[in-house]
């Protein structure tokens, strides 16, 4: 796929994510319909210059912060997430786990 259309995908897909939630790398590759490219996600948020993308809410698969604790950027992050009403403890957006099953997803745990 030509680079300039992963990254156009990669950049709606993070600019979709609502206000107050957060996802994965991976799960941001896979909603651009790139699965398996998280690094790739990683790398263009890395490089991004927009102000107004909310990269703030892409996290990593465990739910933490993937910059340095205590850094300026995790720093910056924290403090978006919270003005957003996510709680952040110690780094960590704690997230409900997927539904493994579709009958989970509908009528929840059994």
Do not use: C, F
Request: glycine share 12%; aromatic share 4%; proline share 8%.
């Amino acid at each position: 796929m030509d680079p300039a259309i992963s990254q156009a995908r990669i950049l709606a897909a993070i600019r979709a994510i609502p206000r107050g939630q957060v996802l994965g790398y991976g799960e941001v590759a896979a909603k651009a319909g790139l699965p398996g490219r998280a690094r790739l996600v990683a790398r263009l948020l890395g490089s991004n210059d927009d102000p107004e993308l909310p990269w703030h809410r892409v996290l990593r698969s465990d739910g933490r912060i993937a910059m340095p604790e205590g850094s300026r950027g995790w720093r910056e992050q924290s403090q978006r997430l919270r003005a957003e009403g996510v709680v952040v403890e110690n780094g960590r957006v704690k997230r409900a786990k997927p539904p493994r099953t579709l009958d989970e997803a509908i009528w929840g745990p059994g």
